[in-house]
């Protein structure tokens, strides 16, 4: 079994820092996830800040999509 440290690792979400996205419409949502996507689809691979920044964008407008989809539906977490 393989061990992995997580000395000096930071997650792409903690909770504990991270800001909960702004609930908006599925339609807005679904917009704005679209953008984002645009946003970040010709990004470098092989630039690392480049790729911290799409990851750290679409993670937070994932969340903002299912927020919305969740209070559409009247779920809550």
């Known amino acids: 079994m393989t061990t992995v440290s ?3 690792f930071d997650p792409l979400h903690d909770p504990a820092r991270s800001r909960e996205p702004i609930v908006v419409s ?10 984002v996507l645009d946003m970040f689809s010709s990004s470098d ?4 800040g480049a790729m911290v920044s799409a990851a750290a964008a679409l993670d937070y407008q994932l969340r903002s999509l299912l927020a919305a989809l969740d209070a ?6």
Do not use: F, P, Q, Y
């Open 45 to 48: 691979i092989h630039n690392h």
């Open 26 to 35: 599925v339609d807005v949502a679904r917009r704005i996830s679209r953008d």
């Open 6 to 8: 997580t000395e000096g």
């Open 72 to 77: 559409e539906e009247g779920r809550t977490l």
